[in-house]
Structures are given as structure tokens and as C-alpha cells.
């Protein structure tokens, strides 16, 4: 099968199709001929070592000190199930399914867990749609629920509200009753209106502390803000939440959850097949859409590659090994 393989850590240029080995399903196992998958934030630091803050040595301890350990990267993917393993029940070859596989989805098979992070793909979504979707839904339902632990009536302000997760997070805030702002650049305004944003902040001309407003909730998965310059935008008992966070948000998390009545909350999030079921349905009524950056195909991965680094995406990098919808 072909496959976008790395062998050491740099710039895109790195990465290259090769023909390699298709995996061997395992007895609870499915292979899925992979019709789109995705370039996100994490292949992106996985393939260059650009790990942030505190992650550096542990993120590089896990990728492999000398060199990469799994060379085909790749965290998502949709597509239709070829083969399955004698203990698998749940899923019959042909069915269209969308999840997680940890790695290894830039190639045109990856073999998953049956019980792991894979659901059913909505028939009203394209193969594309559907690999738009996981990584950041996931992150932004399990942020806002579990951690910020979002509550119907608050207001929540979304950084980075055109991203891979922040869309999302605009979407499900929404879904779950809150008032939702976005804080994003000029170009994607429009876009995080249209996602359900009350107010949208265009950082390129406003500060979003300059106006006096405040929240219960500012989430902020690109690392773009601080507990100590936000601090006065958060409402009594609010929670400044973090997806990127170094030394300085872990010793913020400690001291505030003991002390003051404004905290900030980290954590990491688990990709859970349960939560990937309930943002399946979501998808289907509608209640929460993919938001889709570009297409490239598997050939020019590279240049998806550096339209991720270039943290000027909105939503999703797609990637297409199979054509059509």
C-alpha cells in the first residue's frame, strides 16, 4: 500500500510516499481502506519534534530520542471497513466508519481497534466531513464538559475560535446552552458567526479585555492567552481553561483550585468510542458541522504539512487517498 512515511524529524519536506507493508488486522481488530484522513497540530509537532513548553523532553521520549518510532503518521480517519478480525461483532466489512487511530492514518489501510474510538460515519456526511471531525470534537466536548465542566446559561469565550478544536468548541458550547464568543483573525470572522458565536473579537483590532466583558469560561487550545492578563475577563468562580499549557498553568491549576474564586484548569483528554458515538449523532441533526480548511490529496501531503504549521488553518487540513464524496 502507499503511505506518507517520515524517518527523521524536520520541516514537511520530510515526509514522503513510499510503498510499505498493509497491516494484518489482529482478531479484535477491523482494517479500513482509508478514504480521508487529516494533518493536524499533532502531526505536525510529532514530525518536526516542536513539542511546546514542559512537553519537550517527555513528547520527544515518546516519539523516539534519535529518530521517529512510528514513521506514518496520522491520528484520523474515515473510510470503509475491509476486513475484521474473528472477535470483532460490532462492524461488517463495507460499513462507512470515522474515528481515531492513534497513528498510522496517512496510508490507504490502517487496522484499529473494533472497541476503540471508531463509529459508524453519518450517511449524510462525506468521507472528507467525517475525518474533519474527531480529533477537535472530541478535544472540545471532553474540554468544555469534563473540565470546564460547562454549565446551560454561562458565557463562554472561545480563543482561537477558527481552528481545528475551536470550531468545534463554538459548536458544542452552543449545543449545551452557553452564550458563545470567538476571539479569531480577520479572515474567519464571518466564519465563527456562522458556527453560533454571539460576539466575535478579530484580534488583528481588538483585545478582548479592553471593553470591561467577562465570562465563566475562557477555553483556549492554541496557547494564545494567560491566566494573569485574562484574569479580570473571568467572573467570579470562572474557569480560564487550557488544551496547551507548560510549568507555569500547572502551578496556576494547583494554587487556584485551593485558593480564589477564579481558576485555571488543565488536563488531557481521553478519545473515547462512547463520546465519538455522541458526536456521530450530533452530526446527523445537524446540531454540530465539519468545518473543512482545504482538500489535498495523499501525493501532496507535504503541502498540508505546512498549511498546518503555518497556524493559519480554519478547521480541518483534509487529505484524500480515495477520490470522490
Same mark, same amino acid.
Given at each position: ?5 517520515? %524517518? ?10 513510499? %510503498? #510499505? ?10 482494517? #479500513?481502506?482509508?478514504?480521508? *484522513?487529516?494533518? !493536524? ?12 513548553? =514542559? ?48 497513528? $498510522? ?64 468548541? #463554538? ?9 458563545? %464568543? ?5 479572515? !474567519? ?41 485574562? $484574569?479580570?475577563?473571568? $467572573? ?11 510549568? *507555569? ?6 494554587? *487556584?483550585?485551593?485558593?480564589? %474564586? ?16 455522541? =458526536? ?8 454540530? $458541522? ?31 487517498? #480515495?477520490?470522490?464524496?
Amino acid at each position: 500500500m502507499k503511505a506518507a512515511v517520515y %524517518d527523521r524529524y524536520g520541516p514537511p519536506d520530510v515526509v514522503s510516499i513510499r %510503498d #510499505v507493508p498493509t497491516p494484518e488486522p489482529g482478531p479484535k481488530d477491523i482494517l #479500513v481502506a482509508v478514504h480521508a *484522513t487529516t494533518v !493536524n497540530t499533532a502531526d505536525w509537532r510529532f514530525r518536526a519534534a516542536a513539542f511546546p513548553g =514542559i512537553m519537550a523532553v517527555p513528547g520527544r521520549l515518546m516519539a523516539g530520542v534519535f529518530g521517529p518510532r512510528q514513521k506514518i503518521l496520522g491520528g484520523e480517519f474515515a473510510g470503509r471497513v475491509a476486513a475484521v478480525g474473528s472477535d470483532v461483532q460490532r462492524f461488517r466489512p463495507g460499513d462507512a466508519v470515522f474515528g481515531f487511530s492513534g497513528q $498510522r492514518a496517512h496510508a490507504e489501510f490502517v487496522a484499529v481497534r473494533a472497541d476503540g474510538p471508531v463509529a459508524i460515519k453519518p450517511p449524510s456526511l462525506s468521507f472528507a466531513g467525517a475525518a474533519a471531525v474527531p480529533f477537535g470534537a472530541s478535544a472540545a466536548l471532553g474540554f468544555l464538559r469534563d473540565f470546564a465542566k460547562i454549565a446551560a446559561g454561562e458565557r463562554v469565550l472561545v480563543i482561537g475560535a477558527s481552528g481545528g478544536v475551536g470550531v468545534y468548541a #463554538v459548536q458544542l458550547a452552543r449545543h449545551f446552552g452557553a452564550e458563545v %464568543d470567538g476571539v479569531c483573525g480577520t479572515d !474567519n470572522v464571518e466564519l465563527v458567526c456562522s458556527l453560533g458565536a454571539t460576539r466575535v473579537f478579530d484580534h488583528q483590532r481588538e483585545d478582548f479585555r479592553a471593553g470591561g466583558e467577562s465570562w465563566d469560561v475562557i477555553l483556549d487550545p492554541v496557547g494564545r492567552t494567560t491566566f494573569a492578563a485574562s $484574569r479580570t475577563a473571568l $467572573r467570579p468562580g470562572g474557569r480560564h481553561v487550557f488544551l496547551e499549557f507548560g510549568l *507555569t498553568e500547572i502551578v496556576q491549576a494547583l494554587t *487556584t483550585s485551593v485558593s480564589g %474564586d477564579r481558576r485555571v484548569v488543565i488536563g488531557v483528554s481521553g478519545d473515547t468510542r462512547e463520546d465519538l458515538d455522541l =458526536i456521530a449523532g450530533l452530526l446527523e441533526t445537524g446540531a454540530v $458541522r465539519p468545518v473543512i480548511d482545504g482538500l489535498y490529496p495523499l501525493e501532496r501531503i507535504v503541502e498540508a504539512h505546512a498549511r498546518v504549521e503555518s497556524r493559519h488553518k480554519r478547521g480541518s487540513v483534509v487529505v484524500t487517498v #480515495v477520490e470522490g464524496p
